[in-house]
């Protein structure tokens, strides 16, 4: 008699202690499922993380085939960051005067001209952009070698080509490229292409602009090239007369 008893009073403590376990498995379960969220995370961020490297070697073999087309010294650079200044268009490079560069080199990524160099540390130098207000280059029609010269906007998808005679042969789609005079760009650099042409009566000048071939906006690397050294001329030697 005293067993039924003694049963119907373990009861409470039973389901208190079922109770408990469940509360315990459900703990564990929340626990593991935060572990796998982070795992998750982990291996996402991992993912993204191996895109990325293989977007930049990719970038870097273009970059090194570039490099060995050159005809002059390439040095590859990384941008660090961008000056302070907003009303400039530039960047800043990991490499300066310790690896031979100067101002005046010029810039370029695997698609076109990218800059100038303009000043220069041990450590690092800085870039003006193409597509900067105050910047000019030398240019040519790559599909006419008719001359001209690319100006910037301060908008780093946009250049302008200015002063160009309205009689001047340039269509839509026409590639720009560096033409190498007053030697401050090496000769046959891509710098955009022709996006609008127009013409009015009022104004002796056509109205054009290009996209550049560059890409402006990149976080990677880039190449400086410094021109070839051009060994002095000896002086000609009189030639005497034997007669």
Same mark, same amino acid.
């Given at each position: 008699? !005293?067993?039924?008893?003694?049963?119907?009073?373990?009861?409470?403590?039973?389901?208190?202690? @079922?109770?408990?376990?469940?509360?315990?498995?459900?703990?564990?379960?929340?626990?593991?499922?935060?572990?796998?969220?982070?795992?998750?995370?982990?291996?996402?961020?991992?993912?993204?993380?191996?895109?990325? @490297?293989?977007?930049?070697?990719?970038?870097?073999?273009?970059?090194?085939?570039? =490099?060995?087309?050159?005809?002059?010294?390439?040095?590859?650079?990384?941008?660090?960051?961008?000056?302070?200044?907003?009303?400039?268009?530039?960047?800043?490079?990991?490499? &300066?005067?310790?690896?031979?560069?100067?101002?005046?080199?010029?810039?370029?990524?695997? =698609?076109? %001209?990218?800059?100038?160099?303009?000043?220069?540390?041990?450590?690092?130098?800085?870039?003006? @952009?193409?597509?900067?207000?105050?910047?000019?280059?030398? !240019?040519?029609?790559?599909?006419?070698?008719?001359?001209?010269?690319?100006?910037?906007? &301060?908008?780093?998808?946009?250049?302008?080509?200015?002063?160009?005679?309205?009689?001047?042969?340039? %269509?839509?789609?026409?590639?720009?490229?560096?033409?190498?005079?007053?030697?401050?760009?090496?000769?046959?650099?891509?710098? &955009?292409?022709?996006?609008?042409?127009?013409?009015?009566?009022?104004?002796?000048?056509?109205?054009?602009?290009?996209?550049?071939?560059?890409?402006?906006? =990149?976080?990677?690397?880039?190449?400086?090239?410094?021109?070839? =050294?051009?060994?002095?001329?000896?002086?000609?030697?009189?030639?005497?007369?034997?007669?």
């Amino acid at each position: 008699m !005293a067993r039924p008893i003694y049963t119907a009073a373990q009861v409470p403590y039973d389901a208190t202690g @079922l109770v408990a376990d469940i509360s315990t498995d459900r703990q564990s379960l929340l626990q593991q499922r935060e572990e796998l969220r982070v795992q998750l995370l982990q291996l996402n961020q991992q993912q993204q993380r191996l895109q990325y @490297l293989q977007a930049e070697n990719t970038r870097l073999r273009q970059l090194l085939n570039s =490099k060995a087309q050159l005809p002059s010294q390439a040095t590859i650079a990384e941008i660090i960051g961008v000056p302070p200044n907003p009303l400039r268009a530039a960047v800043i490079l990991d490499k &300066g005067s310790a690896n031979a560069v100067v101002p005046g080199d010029a810039v370029v990524d695997e =698609k076109g %001209l990218f800059g100038q160099v303009v000043n220069v540390s041990q450590d690092t130098s800085w870039v003006v @952009l193409i597509t900067d207000r105050d910047h000019a280059i030398p !240019a040519r029609s790559n599909r006419t070698g008719a001359r001209m010269i690319v100006g910037g906007t &301060g908008a780093y998808d946009s250049l302008v080509l200015e002063d160009l005679p309205a009689s001047t042969d340039l %269509l839509e789609g026409d590639l720009i490229d560096t033409s190498g005079l007053g030697g401050r760009f090496p000769v046959g650099y891509p710098i &955009g292409r022709v996006n609008a042409v127009e013409s009015t009566q009022d104004s002796p000048y056509l109205q054009a602009t290009l996209v550049p071939t560059a890409a402006l906006l =990149k976080v990677g690397h880039v190449l400086i090239i410094t021109p070839p =050294k051009i060994d002095a001329v000896p002086p000609t030697e009189a030639i005497e007369d034997e007669s």
